[in-house]
Every structure is written in C-alpha cells, then in structure tokens.
C-alpha cells in the first residue's frame, strides 16, 4: 500500500474513532485545507455535520468559510457564521483572562473564539462537544517558521516540531479550562497519541519542499483534493484563525483590558 493511501486511511480511522457513534457532528470551520478536510471526511463516515465559523463582520474567515461551504454542503443551513461585535468581544476577554493565566497573545485569541464557538453549540441545543483539525500544521509543517527551519536540517525542523506539539496541548487545555463551564468539549482527532505516532513517521519531504516553500503540507493537501475537498479550499495557503477572524487586530485595540 503507497503511503499516501495509507494515510488516507489513518485519516478516515482516526476522525471515526473520535467522534465514535455519534451521528451529529460539530465542526470548527475555517474553510481553510484542514477544517474542510475534517469535515469531507465526517460526510464521508455518513456523519451530519454542523459547521461553525467565528469572525468579525467581513473578516477573511467569515468570507471564505461561506464560500467554501456552499461548495461542500447541500444545504447552506448547516453552516452557522457568526459575527461577533465589540460589546461580546469585550466581556469574551475578560471571561478568558479570569479563566487562564497565559499572556500569549494567541492563546488568548484561540480561546475567545472557542469560547464563543461553545456558547454558539450551547445556545443551539448542538450536541456537548466539537471536533477540531488542530494538529495537521505542527506534524505537517503547516507553519511558516518551518521553512526557516529547513536548512537548519532534519533535527531542527523535529525539534520545533516537538516544540509547537506541546505549546498546542497547552493551548487545548486552557481551551478546555475557558469552556468548561459550557458543557461543550473539543475534541482534536489529529492530536491523539496514535495519530501523533503515525504522523511523525511520514517523510519530511512528503510536507515540505525547501525554505521557499510557501504552501507546505503537500501530502495533506494531496488527499484533500483526491477525497472531493474544493481545490479553493485544499491548495489554499495557511492563514492563522487569530488573523483570519479579525479576532488578533481587534484584540490589540484593547490591550488595556489584558493587563
């Protein structure tokens, strides 16, 4: 078996084994390769998918996730784009602040949109968790530092690997720390210990080229276009949620409110 079909196989595995014999899923949706690829897969595994996307009015990610749910979806109804505004934005902060002590920047920015994301799944009787596609980009090269790194060699690029692995589960554990209170949990198919195993193993140069490679995890997007994920959504170049949402610019007006 090549192994490009066999980590189409793992793929499919590991979101089934995830999201078990529940028939609705929910998904955080970007429109970007790894959300979108997430979510063919659970309508391949015959799933009935919600997808959620949190942004500012006209931010990138409420664009682009409508775009490319109407090329995924049936039925545009089970997309929920939702807008946020600067009086929700305002409490979501200080609700996170008192919630985690980290001072990343990122940090906090990813878990005001869960947090929203969560209340949204909440509000609308949507089930008690939601799935993620957090870990393609660090075990896939997914990052753009990773092409600075790739001269450095093989041991610089696993290191930093190594590296954005444990700042990722510290990240999902302050998430689950901001959303506890919901009774919603995320759930992240791609960052379980056997996904994370296999994912290691897969040669570098099947996720990126050199350190002018500007698009990266090759072999994800490869699979993504062979399964039916839209070409606009799986040769897309990353672009982080904090970014993407608007969440990062607004976040920075209000910097009185983080110290």
Do not use: W
Not at 7 to 31: H, M, P, R, W
Not at 163 to 180: A, D, P, R, S, W
Not at 246 to 258: F, M, R, V
Request: proline share 2%; glycine share 4%.
């Amino acid at each position: 078996m090549s192994l490009h079909k066999e980590l189409c196989e793992v793929l499919y595995l590991t979101v089934k084994n995830s999201v078990k014999d529940n028939d609705k899923v929910v998904i955080a949706f970007s429109g970007g390769v790894d959300s979108t690829l997430l979510s063919k897969i659970c309508i391949d595994l015959k799933k009935q998918i919600c997808l959620i996307t949190v942004g500012f009015p006209f931010s990138h990610d409420l664009l682009f996730s409508r775009t490319i749910s109407v090329l995924l979806l049936s039925d545009s109804h089970n997309h929920i784009s939702f807008e946020l505004n600067d009086v929700d934005f305002t409490e979501s902060i200080k609700y996170v602040k008192s919630k985690i002590s980290c001072s990343s920047l990122s940090h906090i920015e990813n878990c005001i949109a869960f947090f929203h994301l969560s209340k949204i799944i909440k509000d609308n009787n949507l089930g008690d968790f939601f799935l993620t596609a957090n870990g393609l980009d660090e075990l896939f090269c997914g990052y753009d530092r990773y092409r600075l790194y790739f001269d450095k060699g093989h041991d610089s690029i696993i290191k930093f690997m190594e590296e954005k692995l444990i700042n990722e589960f510290h990240l999902m554990n302050e998430i689950t720390q901001v959303i506890g209170n919901s009774g919603v949990k995320s759930i992240q198919p791609f960052l379980t210990p056997d996904f994370i195993d296999y994912a290691k193993k897969i040669p570098l140069e099947c996720k990126i080229k050199g350190n002018d490679d500007f698009l990266r995890k090759h072999i994800i997007r490869q699979i993504a276009l062979d399964i039916g994920v839209p070409k606009e959504s799986a040769m897309y170049p990353k672009k982080a949620m904090q970014y993407g949402s608007l969440i990062h610019k607004h976040l920075i007006k209000k910097k009185s409110i983080l110290s």
